[in-house]
């Protein structure tokens, strides 16, 4: 596995966000001043604000370097859904 997949899996324990959160992250959702990540629209359609340890500052630092517009790497723009069977 790539070692910037490691740091995606480390930023999803550190914050707890949700899969479709990490990767549509973007960097203006990013506060680096405040230590915060704020997510527009979360799964029940309000505004949540995450906070950032150092840790997890220091990973989207790394990715920033790695990336361009988009704050994690991902091929596409959106997720791919978990298909269940029910």
């Known amino acids: 596995m790539d070692p910037d997949k490691f740091l995606l899996v480390e930023l999803d324990i550190l914050t707890g ?3 479709s959160e990490l990767f549509c992250l973007r960097w203006d959702y990013v506060n ?16 949540r604000h995450v906070p950032l340890g150092d840790s997890g500052l220091e990973i989207l630092q790394h990715l920033r370097k790695q990336t361009g517009g988009l704050g994690v790497p991902s091929r596409r723009e959106r997720p791919t859904l978990m298909r269940t069977t029910g």
């Open 17 to 19: 966000l949700r899969r």
């Open 32 to 47: 680096f001043l405040q230590k915060s990540v704020c997510i527009p629209r979360s799964k029940n359609g309000e505004r």
